[in-house]
């Protein structure tokens, strides 16, 4: 399935929680394989209370808090935030910069991002989400690539970067499916320290299990997650 030597993979999303909702489980199985893995949060998250009295602010504070409590129960040691306003985000050539000096900074095999148009889900066909998918491709290709792109990246000694596989987190018809039946205890571990996100946890665990059950079950395994894959020719 996936090239044995992916060592590096840097999963790009644009709130904190999505890279647990949809791929906690992939990324602890791949650092318990040895991989080294890190995020990127594209947005602070800051528009996501029900709180009458909660402002952006306190609550991207909050949510920064818990993404590095939730990634570090995964496994995840680094964790970077862009801090684009939630809700907010547009395709620009500020938000195309940052993505491609990350990429080159970190300089991954493996990108995992958010699926680039709507899906059947309203919730995961969130516009950030899509914009978010949408600039790390163009990041991916050409933009970490070329030399020309960004020259002011290149002065700060951010040399170009082949990405090779790209996984897309995707809601219908998985390419991919992850048997994350080992680490799904973890996955709800991290998803849990999402507070601020969650109400009723218990009915949040009930929804995911179901959802990871019936990815797995065509493959025969008790949980999974699922994507689309890319791969860069070389
Ligand atoms: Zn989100």
Known sequence: MMATEIKRVLVVVAHPDDA???CGGTVAK????????????????????????????R??????????????????EHVEFLDYPDGELEDTLDVRRDVTARIRRFR?????????????????????????????LDCVYPLARDHLSFPELLAQGLEPHKVREV???VWDHPEVVVDISDT??????????????????????A??????????????HAYAEGFNRIVIPR
């Open 20 to 22: 647990e909702f949809g």
């Open 30 to 57: 791949w650092v318990k394989e040895g991989k080294e893995v890190s995020y990127v949060i594209v947005t602070n998250g800051d528009k996501g209370s029900d709180d009458r009295s909660m402002t952006p602010e």
């Open 59 to 76: 609550l991207a504070k909050i949510r920064a808090e818990e993404q590095l409590t939730a990634a570090r129960t995964l496994g995840v």
């Open 108 to 136: 991954p095999d493996l990108i995992v991002t958010q699926i680039p148009h709507r899906s059947s889900s309203l919730y995961a066909s969130h516009r950030d989400h899509r914009i978010t998918g949408s600039v790390v």
């Open 167 to 169: 996984y897309l987190m």
């Open 184 to 205: 799904m205890e973890l996955k709800l571990k991290a998803l849990a320290c999402h507070a601020s996100q969650l109400g009723n946890f218990s009915r949040v665990e």
């Open 207 to 220: 929804r995911v299990r179901e959802r990871a059950a019936q990815l797995g079950k065509p493959k025969g």
